[in-house]
């Protein structure tokens, strides 16, 4: 039965906003994805500059231009050893050691009065990680002074 009433509901207005929430966690989780799934340059192929390169590139210490930085003092040729870094392995005086000698040979090195004095020889095959180990060690020896040098193939 119909009364001839009818009830006038005020129809909802429809707001149109738009949110840019979900687009920032959209952005973000694409950010994240691509960070981790893309790889950057592997630390073994970071190029490493030589003396003659840096000499090069200008002054790298802080002053005015035409200062030339203070040279370091010359060492005895007596003083510096030489160690070969190749890969997982240093060479020193001709003999192959492993990483677990490097503390050994460390040690040796100078005296208690001088502590030595190292020149590094890269070989193409030693990581990244190969240097940063013997530096690390050499550093906890407290060695006086460490050269870096790269070393071609023979």
């Known amino acids: 039965m119909a009364s ?3 009830l006038n509901l005020p129809q909802r207005r429809t707001n149109y906003r738009f ?3 979900p687009l920032a966690d959209a952005m973000f989780q694409l950010l994240i994805f691509f960070m981790l799934s893309s790889g950057l340059t592997p630390y073994s192929l970071l ?3 030589s003396a003659q390169a840096q000499v090069d590139a200008g002054p790298s210490v802080a002053g005015e231009e035409g200062e030339d ?3 370091p003092a010359p060492e005895q040729a007596e ?3 030489l160690w070969t870094i190749e890969a997982e392995a240093v060479l ?3 003999q192959r050691f492993g990483f677990d000698a490097l503390d050994d040979l460390a040690g040796a090195l100078g005296t208690a009065g001088s502590p030595g004095s190292v020149v590094l020889i ?3 095959s030693a990581q990244v990680q190969d240097i940063t180990t013997v530096l690390a060690r050499l550093s906890a ?3 006086a002074s460490v050269q870096v040098s790269i070393g071609e193939e023979f």
């Open 4 to 6: 001839g009433f009818s």
């Open 19 to 21: 949110a840019l929430t």
């Open 47 to 49: 190029p490493f500059q």
């Open 69 to 71: 930085p203070e040279p």
């Open 79 to 81: 003083d510096v050893a």
């Open 92 to 94: 020193v005086g001709g």
């Open 122 to 124: 890269v070989r193409p």
């Open 141 to 143: 020896a407290e060695v």
